[in-house]
């Protein structure tokens, strides 16, 4: 008999497979198409987020790890935890924990929304650039209020719609242009990566994001533009 698939499993599965395709290519598509924004984005939430010296961190939608074992390396007293739904992902991920030799590091394949730790585990989740490919973006967050200590702290760092038509433009033109045409020559994979970059444009507004936060129990929600607004920076405690 035929399993049939909600919507929202529907657009679970096509995300998923979409990542494991281009798992390979991936982070070098997105410093292109945001011209190294994404890169400096990232960096920048790292630092602010080692600042607060967490124990216990869980970077959910990790993807090949950059922001997991950057904050695995400057946290070397902490639990470092990163979680993706990709297989493929998972796999290069813990091929660069092997490199840097990092021991406070661990990697898991499973979805974000069902996850296998114990309630209040970790003191801090992070959200790097993974918005887009969440189903359900209310059951998503209600997962991470669960697995957060009582004054746990989420941050998100994704995309946003900037105001300023000009860098409107200079994001389109990354997102929609740059990124497929990147992928079909360096990758021969143009349509791949045309599917994503439309994926990633279609994130929640700050005001929408805020609230599903809300919606999940979390409190003290505060969030800011970065770059002009191309990308925004949220905080919240549980």
């Known amino acids: 008999m035929a399993i049939i698939l909600s919507p929202k499993q529907r657009k679970a599965k096509k995300v998923h497979d979409l990542y494991q395709n281009v798992c390979r290519d991936h982070d070098a598509m997105k410093d292109i198409a ?22 216990h961190i869980l ?13 695995a390396q400057n946290n070397p007293a902490a639990e470092v935890v990163g979680v993706d739904f990709s297989s493929n992902m998972i796999c290069i991920a813990n091929h660069h924990a092997k490199e840097k ?51 746990g702290q989420i941050f998100i760092l994704d995309y946003a719609n900037p105001t300023d038509d000009r860098l409107k433009v200079l994001l389109s033109a990354g997102r929609s242009v740059m990124m497929p045409a990147a992928g079909l020559l360096l990758a ?32 003290h929600i ?12 949220c905080r919240a405690q549980k």
């Open 34 to 55: 945001s011209f190294g924004l994404v890169r400096v984005w990232r960096n920048n939430a790292e630092k602010e987020i080692s600042a607060n010296r967490f124990g």
């Open 59 to 71: 970077d959910v939608c990790c993807g090949t790890g950059k922001m997991t074992l950057s904050l």
């Open 101 to 151: 030799a990092l021991n406070n590091v661990e990697f898991f394949c499973e979805d974000a929304n069902e996850l296998h730790f114990a309630d209040g585990y970790f003191d801090c989740v992070v959200l790097s650039f993974g918005l887009a490919g969440i189903p359900d973006p209310v059951k998503f967050f209600e997962e991470m209020n669960r697995v957060l200590v009582p004054g």
């Open 188 to 219: 021969g994979k143009g349509k791949d990566f045309l599917k994503m970059s439309l994926m990633e444009g279609d994130v929640p507004s700050v005001k929408e994001m805020c609230s599903l936060l809300q919606k999940a129990g979390f409190e």
């Open 222 to 233: 505060g969030a800011r533009a970065i770059t002009g607004g191309m990308a925004v920076c």
